[in-house]
């Protein structure tokens, strides 16, 4: 268990749905990372938040958004959804060591 | 270009056989993070070893091990005494640069899939 935690684990929804998937960092990591893990593209970086902002952005489609809060839970926002979101995603933690990115179980999500 | 690379789409192994997983990198950076992680069937992420630029020695997590070669700009991962537990999927990232407020993401190989043979 890597301490960090992801809602839903499961998620399947319509094309041009809106949902959220929800992080928990493990306690006291002020960075959180999301990636998309999907067939034709493998693991992507999409963006990272650290201590409330947006620290870093990669390829992060503007239908995404991303949001982390007070408490440092984040959450991340997949809208106008197509067949092609459909993938796993993961949230990642980190605290101040260079040597450590966790990773939460993810959330699947399925776009029908 | 690919910043990380790993040849090997996958693998066999024999129970109980040592098996090494290649990955190269490119970075221009000379202060970068190299890592592995383990991903079964199950979905989830597992980080196994870590190895960081500057460090003088190999690093090593029981029965990983990792086979730094900076020149070469490799990193590959070795794991002893294979188990039928290590089937999975194997990632090789890169962080890079360290201590970068401007962010600390990972770079991901496209990742080796390992079968443990009884």
């Known amino acids: 268990d890597s301490g960090v935690t992801q809602t839903p684990k499961h998620l399947i929804t319509a094309t041009g749905q809106r949902v959220t998937l929800r992080c928990s960092p493990r306690?006291?990591?002020?960075?959180v990372y999301w990636y998309q893990q999907s067939l034709d593209q493998g693991l992507q970086f999409l963006i990272q938040?650290?201590?409330?902002?947006?620290?870093a952005k990669g390829n992060i489609l503007e239908r995404f958004s991303a949001q982390q809060f007070p408490d440092l839970h984040s959450e991340l926002n997949l809208s106008s959804l197509e067949l092609g979101d459909s993938a796993l995603y993961f949230c990642a933690s980190s605290g101040s060591l260079e040597n450590e990115q966790f990773f939460g179980p993810g959330t699947r999500l399925t776009v029908l | 270009a690919q910043k990380i690379t790993q040849t090997q789409p996958g693998m066999f192994v024999q129970e109980k056989e040592a098996v090494t997983l290649d990955c190269t990198y490119d970075t221009s950076d000379p202060s970068y993070g190299l890592f592995w992680y383990k991903q079964p069937s199950s979905g989830e992420m597992i980080f196994l070893i870590y190895?960081?630029?500057?460090?003088?020695q190999n690093a090593t997590e029981g029965r990983y091990s990792l086979n730094f070669q900076k020149a070469r700009k490799s990193a590959n991962l070795v794991i002893s005494a294979s188990q039928l537990g290590d089937s999975a999927m194997y990632f090789c990232a890169m962080r890079e640069p360290l201590n970068n407020n401007a962010g600390n993401m990972l770079t991901f190989g496209g990742g080796t899939r390992l079968m443990v043979k009884p």
């Open positions: 190895q960081g630029s500057y460090d003088q």
């Open positions: 938040y650290y201590n409330g902002e947006e620290r």
């Open positions: 306690s006291g990591d002020l960075s």
